[in-house]
């Protein structure tokens, strides 16, 4: 059974960080393409950060130079290094593991809040 599990969301302070994880089993996490994506309320689900298997990133521009992402293959985890965050990163966070190339499918995880407010 897969199973991705993020955790590491919470509440905090603009200007402040998180450190999001996503842990996966079931897969083969090696071979995984893996994306960070994001969904605040009332709008769509948006893309925030993507990793090859081969460890090449790229973020989109509304989080470029504040975001990190990373991967772990032996430890099977992704990760989100958000920092210098903005009230308008508040959304539900959520982990998404791309094998349909290698014809496996993809999956998602449930999702961990960040609320940035003062």
């Known amino acids: 059974q897969v199973q991705l599990v993020e955790s590491g969301g919470g509440s905090v302070q603009p200007g402040g960080s998180l450190r999001l994880s996503c842990e996966a089993s079931?897969?083969?996490?090696?071979?995984?393409?893996m994306r960070w994506y994001r969904q605040a309320p009332g709008k769509a689900r948006e893309l925030v950060a993507a990793i090859t298997r081969g460890g090449s990133v790229d973020l989109a521009d509304t989080v470029k130079g504040r975001f990190t992402i990373s991967r772990d293959n032996a430890n099977s985890t992704l990760y989100l290094q958000m920092n210098s965050l903005k009230p308008e990163d508040t959304a539900v966070y959520y982990c998404?593991?791309?094998?349909?190339?290698w014809g496996l499918g993809d999956y998602w995880g449930q999702g961990t809040q960040v609320t940035v407010s003062s």
């Open positions: 079931g897969i083969i996490f090696s071979i995984s393409a």
């Open positions: 998404y593991a791309d094998l349909i190339d």
